[in-house]
Structure formats: C-alpha cells, structure tokens
C-alpha cells in the first residue's frame, strides 16, 4: 500500500513528470492552463488530506473547513488590514491548526472514531458554513471580495497577475507537498501513523501515544490545506461561505486521493490528473456529440468513478505502479 | 528492595462477578512465570490489568520501584513492559519489516538504527527472510512469532505473552518454545499466560494457578501438577 522508498526508475518518472509540467504552460491555451491550475489544486489539497485519511487512518469529510478557513483568515487580513497573502498564510495556517486541534481534541479525548469522527468533521464545516454567513465583517452570505484588476505584470508579493502565475505557484506548492509528504512518511511519526491506521490499539501497545500522534496528522493536514484556501481567495477573488465551506467541496477534495489511491504518494497527484482530466474530456465529448441534456455529464462522470472503484478497489496507483514494476509486492 | 515485578492484592469485579479476586505473586528478573487457569479463571483479565489495558479496582501492580497500575497501555510499554495479543493482531498491510520498525522506534526516532534493530530481532524470530513480505500474508505461526518480534523490538525488560502457543501444532510450539528459552537465557523476563500444559512445562520456572479468579497454587510446574486443587480444578473432583 505504501511505498516507503522510491525505486531509480520511479525517480525518473517523477522527474520526467516535473519537466513536462514544467515546460507545459507553454504548450498549452488558457483555458487548459486552468484545467492545469484546477489539477493540481486538487493534488495538493488530496495529499494533504491524505495525511490524515491514508497515512493516520482518520476520515475528514469536512476539509473545506480548512480551506476556507485560509481562504477568509487571508482574505479579511488583505482586504481590511492591507496585509499581503503571504503575511495572510502565516495566519491563516495556524488558525486552520488551531480548529484541527480542537476537533482532534474533542474527537480523541472523548473516544470519537470512525464515521462518528467523520461526522464531527462535517459538523465543524457546517458550523463554520452557517457562521461566516452572519459576520458581517467578511461580507456574509453577500460574500467577500479582492479587489481585481488588469494586470500587466505579474505580483507574486501581493498574487496579483495572471493564470500562469498561480500556475507555477500551485506546481511549487505540490511539489513541496509530495516532498513533505514522503519525508512524513518515512519518518518515525509515518510508521506511528501507520500503525495507528493497521490497529489502534495493537499500536498503543507498542508505546506509541496515539493521542498524541493522531493531533499531529490532524493538525498538519490542516494547516496545509489551509495553504490552499489562501490560493483559492487570491486565484478566484471571490469567497462565499455557501461555496467554500460546503460539503460538497469537502467530497471532491477527497476523490483524486480515493481515486489514486489512499495512503499512497503519488495516489493524490494521479487521481487528480484522472479525476480533472475526465470531467472536462467528457464536457468536450458531450459538446461534441451534441448531447445536451442536463446533468448528463455528472452521470458519464459518476459511472466513470464506479467503474474505477469497482475495478481497482486499492485506487489507481496501486495498480498502475506494479505495472511499471515499482511496487514491491 | 522491591522485587522486579509484582502484584499485590489485585481484584478485578464485572459489575457482580469477580474476574480476578486478590492475586498477589512476585516476579524475580530473569523468571520465566507462567499462568495458568481453566476457563474463565480470569487469566486474560490480569493479563490485562498489566498491560494497562484496565484498570484494577483493587490492589497495586509493581514494576521495580514504580507502580504501574492504572498507566495507559503505551506508558506501561515505555516504562519497558511489553506486551502480544492472544488474537494476534499485525499492521497488516505493513511489511514484516515495518510491523517490527514500528516497535523499535519506540527507543530511537532515527529509522535506519531503527532497521537495524528490526533485522536484528527478525533474525532472532526466524523471520528475516520474510522481512519483506505484507504481514497480511503470513501464516498463523509466523504471524504468533511477528508478535513476539514486534513487542521485543520495543526492547522490554519484562515481556507478556498472552496464549502465545494457541493454536500452534505441537511442531512449531516446540519451536516457539525453543526461541523463548534462548530470548531468557539472554536476560529477558517473561510472563505468559498459558493453556498449552506441553509448553508451560517446558518453559516456565514457577507456575500461578488461578481458578475462578482466586489463587490456587503457585510453585514449580511439577508441584502445582500434582495440586489436588489444581487437579480438580482442570479435570473435576472425580479424577483426584
């Protein structure tokens, strides 16, 4: 299931993967650059949900909490206070931890596991969705906006400038996600982790304090995506609490991982690419056919997954790596 | 001086029924101790009143000069008392390798010394060879025999086995058997709770009979055998 250390050949396809993505924006319209930009949006958020689910073994269904948490705290911070986004990502991450922290907090105190601590999860989303509609100080339901304009040149102080920007920032910020991702995962707290996901209580009777570990997946997997809800507010401009809380964002968070293949590196990375590059295949076949019909495209979509999880129940990668001779078993 | 390990007054009441009624025994360093009871006689409950798994309502347990009574079942292991579970319970899609690195990486945080360690054990266990197998994938004597490595790689001064031989043929209990012996003539105290009487009298040095969870008879395996309480105990009253 997971791949503690990367064969040579597998580093070469890493690296051949980094190139291409790259030189890619170069080679590509604007409209594909933003399918570009969505994929790896999608990368970065299911590695770091990843962390929790795959390496920890403790299901989030309310990540959306957390990028929006980084979107808004971000967002308010340069809209009322002028600051700029990265001074917004130095608070925006520990406030994203600090929530993790108390819904871990509450949930392994109290002995909250299973679907009950997927629940809390989608409770603290909900709470927080139903919240910021009433402050009025981030704009409310009305929403919250950064000022926009024409720009000529790109500002990656201030993440004002055009898509290929955010592209390269994005790919920065997946790279450095998978980078964190494999250290974790070989590190002493990855094999804790583990162990808590194989057994809890098998692992606690090897000394580890589970308690202790399962806050620092959730608390690190929190801070992370929070890292991209400041890119979601600075990328789209716009920040409604109906859109960025719901539990619907917190779903398609989780499908590139799923997809890929849960508690894997590359899992995250290559469901996204699958997941994104599906959805909008079948919007250009669904055009093209001159099919249309109204939720159409969600259906051809929602078959697509089932066959996938019904054919490779261990995700993509799993399969696609013992075809490229990368997994050990 | 306090003894290494020992147990004094332990009770353990499920609601009306008294698990475990006022067992008290010592365990001295380099003791293979064994426990031994029907049925129900409230050996798995003591076992894991030990382990941190409950907490006794009565009594104190003591671990050299330290009471662990009461500590979580990972604070028990830390303090160097380490634990199998009867029902054997790997990582298992973790490799052998992994399964035995998660416990060494109790005592260093750095995986490499951690590996080492694990090989070492694994190599103890007759499982190197298997190190890079799923743990999923073993057969029930080498996966009996990936507990044992995984609660030593944790580097304990005592180590509890609970029904280690269950469900072993006679073959590879003496197997089992043999890798105990030479894991306490390394140093290592051993507590075991047992059914299988072949092991228990080839392994261990004193024997605690429990029945009913009272005491019945502590000695060497040869005398609590011929016990008439004991006797009676595991065969009924006819027999003596």
């Known amino acids: ?329 | 001086m306090s003894a290494f390990f020992s147990i004094a007054g332990v009770s353990k009441r499920f609601r009306g029924l008294v698990a475990v009624d006022c067992v008290s025994c010592e365990v001295a360093k380099g003791e293979i101790f064994a426990v031994i009871g029907p049925n129900g006689a409230g050996k798995t409950t003591l076992f894991s009143m030990i382990a941190g798994a409950l907490k006794p309502d009565e009594g104190e347990i003591m671990f050299g000069h330290e009471r662990i009574d009461g500590l979580r079942p990972d604070e028990v292991c830390r303090r160097g008392v380490a634990r199998t579970f009867q029902i054997v319970r790997p990582f298992p899609a973790l490799t052998v390798e992994d399964n035995v690195m998660v416990g060494a990486l109790l005592r260093t945080s750095d995986t490499a010394r951690a590996r080492e360690t694990a090989h070492d054990v694994l190599r103890r266990l007759d499982l190197f060879d298997k190190r890079q197998r799923e743990a999923r994938s073993l057969t029930l004597p080498d996966r009996k025999r990936l507990e044992v490595a995984r609660a030593l790689a944790t580097a304990p001064q005592l180590l509890l086995l609970d029904e280690v031989m269950a469900g072993l043929r006679p073959t590879e209990t003496d197997r089992m058997v043999a890798i105990l012996r030479e894991l306490n003539a390394q140093g290592l105290t051993i507590l075991l709770i047992e059914h299988v009487m072949r092991a228990v009298m080839a392994l261990a040095n004193r024997v605690l009979v429990l029945h009913h969870g009272a005491p019945i008879a502590l000695g060497s395996p040869a005398e609590v055998t011929r016990e008439p309480a004991v006797i009676e105990s595991y065969l009924g009253a006819e027999a003596v």
């Open chain 1, 1 to 329: 299931m997971t791949h503690a250390g990367i064969p040579r050949h597998g580093l070469a396809l890493l690296g051949a993967l980094l190139a291409a993505l790259i030189v890619a924006p170069h080679f590509v319209n604007d409209y594909l650059l933003t399918v570009l930009i969505l994929i790896l949006y999608f990368a970065y958020t299911g590695q770091a949900w990843n962390i929790m689910m795959g390496f920890a073994g403790q299901l989030s269904l309310g990540h959306a909490l957390y990028v929006g948490l980084g979107a808004y705290t971000a967002a308010t911070l340069y809209v009322h206070f002028g600051f700029g986004p990265w001074i917004g990502l130095l608070a925006a991450v520990p406030v994203a931890m600090a929530c993790g922290a108390i819904i871990g907090f509450l949930a392994f105190r109290f002995g909250v596991a299973g679907v009950y601590f997927a629940i809390l999860t989608i409770a603290f989303a909900e709470f927080a969705r139903i919240g910021f509609d009433h402050i009025a100080y981030t704009g409310g339901s009305g929403g919250l906006f950064l000022p926009v304009a024409q720009y000529t040149q790109n500002d990656l102080w201030n993440l004002r400038g055009k898509p290929i920007m955010f592209y390269y920032l994005m790919l920065a910020f997946t790279a450095a996600a998978f980078l964190l991702c494999q250290y974790l995962l070989r590190s002493r707290m990855g094999y804790f982790w583990q162990a808590i996901r194989e057994d809890e209580e098998a692992a606690r009777a090897l000394g580890i304090d589970t308690f202790r570990y399962k806050m620092f997946a959730v608390m690190i997997s929190a801070g992370m995506t929070a890292v991209a809800g400041v890119f979601f507010a600075f990328y789209y401009n716009n920040l409604f609490p109906e859109q960025v809380f719901h539990i619907s964002r917190s779903i398609e968070l989780i499908l590139a991982p799923i997809i890929g293949g849960i508690g894997t590196l590359f899992g995250p990375i290559l469901g996204a690419f699958v997941l994104t590059g599906l959805s909008e295949a079948m919007t250009e076949l669904l055009h093209t056919l001159g099919i249309d019909v109204p939720g159409a495209k969600q259906v051809f979509y929602g078959v697509c997954l089932l066959v996938v999880v019904l054919a490779l129940p261990d995700g993509i990668w799993p399969w696609f790596a013992r075809r490229l001779g990368l997994a050990r078993s």
